[in-house]
């Protein structure tokens, strides 16, 4: 089936070593999110591709930085954790055909520990 | 800006109705809803498009009030698979930009 999928769904990192969490696709979509959920709230966008373009939000630290290598794979690089970055990291995509009526496609998300 | 959800809990016996309300400071373009199981990604209820649509997911359904800037999710003789907690997302600011709103916690119990 085509599908979101994200690896690993646990990541556990010391305090200040780089982790790098994947997500993949298989829908052959332009866009793809990184969302970043702490416990109890909502997810919150850290930034987006459409293809190629790279459009980051403006609180995002420059502690996060992603990559899009082609159209299937996108990386969410943390180069230094801090205890407050643990959360759930949800990858998600859209076709980008609509700017406003498009359904998100989430996979199952990388839940972060940081010791 | 996150658009604020109300309220931001409620529990249900099963059968009984529940109704969660999105507004949003901005103007809207679509709105969205989601809900999400703990420990599991958000899965998609609906997308709105228009001031006044409505739209319907089993016995869920939806409003839209563009005027208001607001919507609201109506859940009729609830089940226990409804619990979870219901996220608003809009698209208000600029081209494929999701934003969730602060999210409503759902319990349904026996």
């Known amino acids: 089936d085509a599908m979101v999928i994200q690896n690993p769904r646990y990541q556990v990192t010391q305090f200040g070593k780089p982790v790098t969490l994947s997500c993949s696709q298989t829908?052959?979509?332009?866009?793809m999110y990184w969302y970043q959920q702490k416990s109890s709230q909502a997810p919150k966008l850290l930034f987006h591709?459409?293809?190629?373009?790279?459009?980051n939000e403006a609180d995002t630290p420059d502690n996060f930085q992603s990559r899009r290598p082609n159209t299937s794979f996108c990386f969410l690089d943390i180069r230094s954790p801090g205890l407050g970055d643990a959360a759930m990291y949800l990858c998600?995509?859209?076709?980008?055909?609509?700017?406003?009526?498009?359904?998100?496609?989430f996979g199952s998300g990388t839940q972060l520990s940081v010791l | 800006q996150q658009p604020v959800q109300s309220p931001q809990a409620v529990i249900l016996r099963e059968g009984e109705d529940a109704v969660i309300n999105c507004s949003s400071s901005?103007?809207?373009?679509?709105v969205h809803w989601y809900r999400q199981k703990h420990g599991e990604a958000p899965v998609f209820l609906m997308i709105l498009l228009k001031g006044g649509e409505q739209k319907g997911h089993e016995k869920i359904s939806a409003s839209f009030n563009e005027k208001k800037q607001q919507s609201s999710l109506y859940l009729t003789a609830s089940q226990l698979s409804y619990s979870g907690t219901y996220f608003c997302?809009?698209?208000?600011?600029?081209?494929?930009?999701?934003?969730f709103g602060t999210g409503t916690r759902l319990l349904v119990s026996p």
């Open positions: 901005k103007a809207l373009y679509s």
């Open positions: 997302g809009t698209v208000n600011t600029g081209f494929q930009k999701l934003v």
């Open positions: 829908l052959n979509h332009n866009v």
């Open positions: 591709y459409y293809d190629k373009d790279f459009n």
């Open positions: 998600a995509t859209s076709t980008g055909t609509s700017s406003t009526n498009e359904k998100l496609f």
